[in-house]
């Protein structure tokens, strides 16, 4: 592969990503608008419309279950280690959202994960404005990942 190509590549896949997010942001943005006005907290949450929330220390993310329950245990331990941290949790799923809100709700603000098109991540990155971005998990977020760059925020 001649030198250069992969950066080419990852380049060209990222605008095509962007596209495609774009397009679901979209569609997202004419079937969960209402319901986001009416207070649905997944809605907000997946179109970034959620309540100032920062600065925030730390952002966390956890995507399933698992690492909701994980989470609610690194939350105590930093919680412990330093009471004044000011932390945002985000889940993907209602059942993630339960457990989060059920074990440390009063001590973090909570919301859902956004949809990961750049008007969204921006949005929301607005409203939180971590310090610093956690993912429980290994997952691939082009779009926060590339804008928290930009930012200079650690991820």
Do not use: C
């Not at 592969?1 to 060209?12: D, F, I, K, N």
């Not at 690194?74 to 919680?79: A, C, G, I, Q, T």
């Not at 404005?129 to 930012?151: C, M």
């Amino acid at each position: 592969m001649p030198r250069g190509t992969g950066h080419l590549q990852s380049a060209v896949m990222l605008i095509l990503y962007r596209i495609m997010s774009g397009l679901i942001w979209l569609v997202f943005t004419i079937a969960g608008r209402g319901l986001a006005r009416r207070g649905e907290p997944l809605w907000q949450g997946r179109l970034g419309l959620i309540d100032s929330a920062g600065p925030t220390d730390i952002w966390i993310h956890a995507a399933s279950v698992g690492e909701s329950r994980i989470v609610t245990y690194l939350v105590d331990y930093l919680l412990k280690k330093s009471p004044a941290l000011s932390i945002h949790v985000t889940t993907m799923t209602p059942a993630g959202q339960k457990i989060v809100s059920d074990q440390i709700g009063s001590k973090v603000t909570l919301s859902y994960f956004p949809l990961d098109a750049p008007r969204v991540v921006r949005r929301t990155l607005d409203r939180i404005r971590p310090g610093v971005i956690v993912i429980a998990e290994t997952e691939i977020w082009p779009n926060l990942i590339s804008e928290a760059n930009r930012r200079s925020i650690p991820l």
